[in-house]
Nanobody, 125 residues
Framework: QVQLRESGGGLVQDGGSLRLSCAASGRSYSSYYMAWFRQAPGKEREFVAATYLKGRWTDYADSVKGRFTIAGDNVANSVSLQMNSLKAEDTAIYYC??????????????????WGQGTQVTVSS
């Protein structure tokens, strides 16, 4: 069983930056994809970004393109999310996810097999 642990959330002012990290443990090999989703109060969980750990493929939600950067590390079995130019609407719980299927995932939460507990990101305006 894979365990995912996020870190790096917190409170930041509008226009500021944060970096989230997620480390996977529980087995000796990595998943094919890791991703970040987020869920704001009263809203559904939404896709933020994803990366293929064994190559250079990345994918972003339109709302974060140009502001967020995802980076995966196949050896460390981890992923990070650098978030710049943060806005109040980025406030949410951010979840790390991992996928064992080789096919390219869609922006669906159920495309992923394992989940972290989440880390809170709050952007004050």
């Amino acid at each position: 069983q894979v365990q995912l642990r996020e870190s790096g959330g917190g409170l930041v002012q509008d226009g500021g930056s944060l970096r989230l990290s997620c480390a996977a443990s529980g087995r000796s090999y990595s998943s094919y994809y890791m991703a970040w989703f987020r869920q704001a109060p009263g809203k559904e969980r939404e896709f933020v970004a994803a990366t293929y750990l064994k190559g250079r493929w990345t994918d972003y939600a339109d709302s974060v393109k140009g502001r967020f950067t995802i980076a995966g590390d196949n050896v460390a079995n981890s992923v990070s999310l650098q978030m710049n130019s943060l806005k109040a609407e980025d406030t949410a719980i951010y979840y790390c996810a991992a996928r064992d299927n080789l096919s390219i995932p869609q922006h669906r939460w159920d495309d992923y097999d394992f989940w972290g507990q989440g880390t809170q990101v709050t952007v004050s305006s």
